[in-house]
T-cell receptor, first 113, second 112 residues
């Protein structure tokens, strides 16, 4: 089954403790991205990657890092999480760089205390 | 990207057609209209997209006006599982950085 898998689904952590949210897709998609969703602000793109070793900032990249060492994986790294990064995070992938028929993961609800 | 206007909320009876409008009067000639939906806190799900012709797939139909300034997503026989927020997203298909700009969308509630 074609899917985008994120882990963990729920995470509560403390300020400053580094964490990684994993994202994996099994569709051989080139394009992957991360979004965060906050009440009243909608979905905003954090980072995206057009292929292996090619990443770029989205609209709200501050406080986040990403890497794309393999085509299928696109982890989101919070080196020093802060409470304002408490949010619902989604990973997405699509077949081509220009193709916006995106597939989304089920989301990771992160709480930073 | 063109700005969109969608009703904040709509209700529909189960089994009836749900017609969700979207105004995109500033849409440019090379922008497609994409529709996604998000069932409560789940990842958004692609529904359909079109440029100027009406489109239909297994999930829905998309009607785009001749002047392309508005469109309507039609769910022909709404079920309770169609309760979700529906987003209308004009987007240039051939461009780099396939960021999807989600607005507020329309909360569709399908009632038994």
């Amino acid at each position: 089954e074609a899917q985008v898998t994120q882990n963990p689904r729920y995470l509560i952590t403390v300020t400053g403790k580094k964490l990684t949210v994993t994202c994996s897709q099994n569709m051989n998609h080139e394009y992957m991205s991360w979004y965060r969703q906050d009440p009243g602000l909608g979905l905003r793109q954090i980072y995206y990657s057009m292929n292996v070793e090619v990443t770029d900032k989205g609209d709200v990249p501050e406080g986040y890092k990403v890497s794309r060492k393999e085509k299928r994986n696109f982890p989101l790294i919070l080196e020093s999480p802060s409470p304002n990064q408490t949010s619902l995070y989604f990973c997405a992938s699509s077949l081509y760089r220009y193709n916006t028929e995106a597939f989304f993961g089920q989301g990771t609800r992160l709480t930073v205390v | 990207d063109a700005k969109t206007t969608q009703p904040t909320s709509m209700d529909c009876a189960e089994g009836r057609a749900a017609n969700l409008p979207c105004n995109h009067s500033t849409i440019s000639g090379n922008e497609y209209v994409y529709w996604y939906r998000q069932i409560h806190s789940q990842g958004p799900q692609y529904i359909i997209h079109g440029l100027k012709n009406n489109e239909t797939n297994e999930m829905a139909s998309l009607i785009i006006t001749e002047d392309r300034k508005s469109s309507t997503l039609i769910l022909p026989h709404a079920t309770l599982r169609d309760t979700a927020v529906y987003y209308c997203i004009p987007r240039v298909k051939e461009t780099s950085g396939s960021r999807l700009t989600f607005g507020e969308g329309t909360q569709l509630t399908v009632n038994p």
